[in-house]
C-alpha cells in the first residue's frame, strides 16, 4: 500500500486567542507539546501507511521538536515537522552568514527540527502579488502586466523551494487557480483555463528541482484558491480528480514521473471519504478540525479525519 501523505497546517496557534489568535492555551508552547503527545497516543506516529507533517509558526518549532524526542522513535517514525516557508535565500559556508533580519532561512528550519518546508502557499501568493502591486497599481489592470506579475511571484516560490531543497528539506508545493483565472462558463470551458494555469506554476515552481530527487520529496498541494474562506463552496469530486489528474500528467510530461497530489482546499472529516475516493489524489492538507463555534484543531479530530479516510480506502 502506497504511504498516504497527511499535511497539517496549525498557522496562528502560536498566538492565544485572548490575544486574537487561535491557541486555546494561554502558553502555545504547552499546548504544542499536548498536540504531540496525543498523535503519539492515537498511534499516528506507528503508522507505516502513514506520513504525518505538522507545519508550524517558528516559535512553536523547537517545543514540537523537543517534544518528538522525548518519545521512544518507534512511536514517532511517521512523524514529521515541517515550518510554513523559507527565505528565497540562505546562508552558507563562507558566504552570507546573516543578513536575513526577519526572515528564515531554509537551514534555520532544519537545524530547528524540520524536514519538510511548505512553499506557495496562496496567502504567501497573494501576499507577495500585493507587495508588487503596491510598487506598480496599474499592474493588477492589465492583463499582460498582471501576467508578468504572476511570473514574478512565481520566480520568488521557484527560489525558496530551490532553497528548502538545498538546505535538506523536503518541500509541498502549493498550486491553484483564482475565481478570475478559472473564470465564467461550464466546467467543460474552464479546464484549458484551470490546466494552463497549473502548467505555468508547476512549470516554475519545479524548474530545476528535480537533481534532489530521489533524495528529497516533492509532493504538490492543489489549493482551489476561489473556494477557500468562509462560506465558499468547495469543488466537488470530479473538479478535484480533473485537476489532481491535470497535475499529474504535466508532471510527467516534464520529467517522465509523477509526484504525490495532496489536496489542499481544507482536507476536514466531512470531505475526507469522498477525497480518498479520488485515484489521483495521495493524501491531504489538514487547517482545522472544528470549524462552527470556536474554530480550533484537535488531535482527536485528525485522528477522525484519517480514520474516515482509512475506512474509505478499505471500502475501495
Known amino acids: 500500500m502506497a504511504t498516504r501523505k497527511i499535511f497539517v497546517n496549525l498557522k496562528r496557534f502560536d498566538i492565544p486567542r485572548a490575544l486574537g489568535g487561535v491557541c486555546p492555551e494561554h502558553d502555545p508552547g504547552q499546548w504544542m507539546e499536548w498536540v504531540i503527545a496525543q498523535c503519539v497516543e492515537y498511534g499516528l506516529g506507528r503508522r507505516d501507511d502513514l506520513e504525518l507533517t505538522l507545519f508550524l509558526p517558528e516559535g512553536l518549532l523547537l517545543k514540537a521538536a523537543h517534544a518528538l524526542s522525548s518519545f521512544p522513535a518507534e512511536a514517532t517514525r511517521s512523524l514529521r515537522l515541517g515550518c510554513q516557508g523559507v527565505f528565497r535565500e540562505d546562508v552558507a559556508p563562507g558566504g552570507n552568514f546573516g543578513a536575513f533580519t526577519t526572515n528564515r532561512p531554509a537551514s534555520a528550519a532544519r537545524n530547528m527540527g524540520c524536514s519538510w518546508a511548505m512553499t506557495g502557499h496562496s496567502e504567501e501568493r497573494k501576499d507577495k502579488l500585493g507587495v508588487i502591486a503596491a510598487y506598480d497599481p496599474s499592474i493588477l489592470a492589465e492583463e499582460s502586466r498582471q501576467n508578468r506579475a504572476n511570473r514574478a511571484v512565481d520566480g520568488l516560490i521557484h527560489a525558496e523551494t530551490v532553497c528548502a531543497l538545498r538546505a535538506g528539506l523536503n518541500v509541498l508545493l502549493c498550486v491553484g487557480e483564482t475565481a478570475a483565472e478559472k473564470g465564467e462558463g461550464s466546467f467543460a470551458e474552464q479546464q484549458p483555463r484551470i490546466a494552463a494555469v497549473l502548467r505555468s506554476q508547476l512549470e516554475a515552481g519545479l524548474q530545476g528541482v528535480r537533481e534532489f530527487l530521489p533524495e528529497r520529496q516533492i509532493a504538490i498541494a492543489y489549493e482551489p484558491v476561489w473556494a477557500i474562506g468562509p462560506g465558499k463552496t468547495p469543488p466537488g469530486a470530479e473538479y478535484i480528480a480533473f485537476v489532481a489528474g491535470t497535475i499529474k500528467n504535466i508532471i510527467q510530461e516534464l520529467w517522465g514521473q509523477t509526484l504525490p497530489v495532496v489536496y489542499g482546499g481544507g482536507l476536514k472529516l466531512e470531505n475526507a471519504a469522498a477525497i480518498a475516493g479520488i485515484d489521483a489524489i495521495d493524501g491531504g ?32
Open 285 to 316: 492538507l489538514v487547517a482545522l478540525t472544528r470549524f462552527s463555534g470556536t474554530i480550533g484543531f484537535e488531535p482527536a479530530g485528525l485522528n477522525e479525519i484519517i480514520a474516515a479516510i482509512d475506512r474509505s480506502a478499505a471500502g475501495r
